[in-house]
């Protein structure tokens, strides 16, 4: 099966970028947990999600048709772990979703 233009641009935009942590994420997260604290886990972390769905600045990048983000740019990858992170997002990116099933099947 053979690659897009678009995708191949989307990944290499993708894997060209330094992991790292989006402020605005952590931030809205903090502050959220602070003013919960004392409450069940389950409930901080429903608090949470929802102060960051209310409260994150959206973007979309050019050439995206599915679209979603855990970062306020392409610059911050990584979310402040309160959602999905692929762990080895680069080799998942590299082999796709059919090298990641082969690998948990080794285990």
Same mark, same amino acid.
């Given at each position: 099966?053979?690659?897009?233009?678009?995708?191949?641009?989307l990944?290499?935009?993708?894997?060209?970028?330094?992991?790292?942590?989006?402020?605005?994420?952590?931030? #809205?997260?903090?502050? %959220?947990?602070?003013?919960?604290?004392?409450?069940?886990?389950?409930? =901080?972390?429903?608090? &949470?999600?929802? @102060?960051?769905?209310?409260?994150?600045?959206?973007?979309?990048?050019?050439?995206?048709?599915?679209?979603?983000?855990?970062?306020?740019?392409? #610059?911050?990858?990584? %979310?402040?772990?309160?959602g999905?992170?692929?762990?080895?997002?680069? =080799?998942?990116?590299? &082999?796709?979703? @059919?090298?990641?099933?082969?690998?948990?099947?080794?285990?």
């Open positions: 099966m053979s690659v897009s233009v678009r995708t191949e641009l990944k290499d935009t993708l894997l060209a970028v330094e992991p790292a942590l989006c402020p605005e994420r952590a931030v #809205l997260l903090t502050r %959220s947990w602070r003013e919960t604290e004392g409450q069940p886990v389950v409930i =901080r972390r429903a608090m &949470g999600f929802a @102060r960051i769905l209310e409260g994150m600045n959206i973007y979309i990048r050019p050439g995206e048709l599915i679209v979603g983000n855990q970062a306020i740019t392409n #610059l911050s990858r990584l %979310s402040t772990g309160d999905h992170i692929i762990a080895n997002y680069q =080799r998942a990116m590299q &082999g796709g979703l @059919r090298s990641v099933i082969e690998e948990a099947r080794g285990y």
